[in-house]
Nanobody, 123 residues
Framework: VQLQASGGGLVQAGGSLRLSCAAS????????MGWFRQAPGKEREFVAA????????YFADSVKGRFTIGRDNAKNTVYLEMNSLTLEDTAVYYC?????????????????WGQGTQVTVSS
C-alpha cells in the first residue's frame, strides 16, 4: 500500500482546509484509513479514521464536530475536511492504513504511512 498525502497549507484561525490521501497498491480497500498529526515537541496523535468498506468513522475528541473524514472509491482517495481550525490544530498531518477492520485500530496497528503534509493555523 502506498499513500500520498496532500492539501496542507497556511490558514487563518476559524478557516478550513481539506487534506487528501491518495492510496494505491493492493488490498487497501480492505483497510481502515487513518489520519494522525504531530505538532512540534509533541507526540503523534490520532485524529480520525474510516473503514474503507464499511464507511464507519472514528474521531479524536479534540476534533469531533469540526473535522469529517470520507473516501472516494473512484479516486482511491481518503479526505479529511477540517473546519473551525484553531492554533492547536497546527501540525504535520499523516495518513496511514491499518489491516484492522471493524474497530478503531491502535496507533501501532497502522503499518503503512504516507509522508506528512504541514498544516499551519495562524491567528
Amino acid at each position: 500500500v502506498q499513500l500520498q498525502a496532500s492539501g496542507g497549507g497556511l490558514v487563518q484561525a476559524g478557516g478550513s482546509l481539506r487534506l487528501s490521501c491518495a492510496a494505491s497498491g493492493t488490498l487497501y480497500k480492505g483497510y481502515t484509513m487513518g489520519w494522525f498529526r504531530q505538532a512540534p515537541g509533541k507526540e503523534r496523535e490520532f485524529v480520525a479514521a474510516i473503514g474503507w468498506r464499511s464507511g464507519t468513522t472514528y474521531f479524536a475528541d479534540s476534533v469531533k464536530g469540526r473535522f469529517t473524514i470520507g473516501r472516494d472509491n473512484a479516486k482511491n482517495t481518503v479526505y479529511l475536511e477540517m473546519n473551525s481550525l484553531t492554533l492547536e490544530d497546527t501540525a504535520v498531518y499523516y495518513c496511514a492504513a491499518s489491516g484492522v477492520v471493524g474497530t478503531r485500530p491502535l496507533p501501532y496497528e497502522y503499518h503503512y504511512w504516507g509522508q506528512g503534509t504541514q498544516v499551519t493555523v495562524s491567528s
